[in-house]
């Protein structure tokens, strides 16, 4: 535990720990951190930048980040823009190792909206970086991972591949389990509203249609005419399922439930995990709650 709070005051989240690690490898947020843990094993000592419940859009970079990837072998990012502090700080500390891009090889979908509210930057029409929230996508960055730790560090190669397939197995599992889920509710009410748009893969991948007052960047401030007429479609629509992200204000969330009558279901782990005592601690289990939630929530519709 002193050792967790010593990486804190760093600024730097130790993700595993392992004795006998060979090497260091630097993930950008939680939700990566946790995918390099597993296909690393105790062959690497994962940490990562943007640690549990924190908004990796707006983060800034801190003195220990730079100093932990001067240090590192292997640096895993989402790439898509996700990430816009990266490249300044991997210059600035400067990283020399292997770097991995996780979507690398993944099927974009387009981030510009379809409400008809502007983002308001330069990004509109660029790829949708949360491609996460589809199982099969994650699938490829799993297998990008362990194609660049395998890079970094030959002799444990074959390792890194067998923990690859066998978290690539439970990953189809869990795509199986995220559809079952999704087809206990009838088709007309997989509707949902969310507090940023993070969602676009989930909802192209097992068929829910999500609005958000926010667009896809949690920077972008909605305009009162926008949570208006999302309150007027919530209404019309009768959408009861509301979430909250746990990196997000829920203010806004609170305001379209008051005038809505809309429930607040629980909250949703989309851009970073939960802590370790929290219900979404890992990739699996973050997926695990919050179609749980989701699919509670839009019964109710
Ligand atoms: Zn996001």
Known sequence: MLFRALLLALGLIA????????IKAVATFSILGNLLAEVAGDKAAVSAVVGPDMDAHAYQPRPGDARALA?????VSNGLGFEGWIERLAKAAPFKGKAVVATTGVATLAAGSDQGHSHGHAHDHAADPHCW???QRVRTYVANIARGLAEADPPNAAYYRERAEA???RLAELDAWVKEEIAKVPADK???ITGHDSFRYFSSAYGVKFQSPRGYN???EPSARDVAALIRAAREQRIKALFVENM???????QIARESGAVVGPRLYTDALSGPD???PTYEKMMRHNVSALVAGMLKN
């Open 278 to 280: 929290g219900p979404a």
């Open 71 to 75: 240090e590192a072998q292997v640096l």
């Open 167 to 169: 978290f690539d197995r």
């Open 133 to 135: 929230q589809d199982v």
């Open 190 to 192: 997989r509707r949902a």
């Open 218 to 220: 949690t920077s972008s």
């Open 15 to 22: 993700v595993s720990l392992p004795a006998s690690a060979e």
């Open 248 to 254: 997000t204000n829920p203010g806004l969330i609170d």
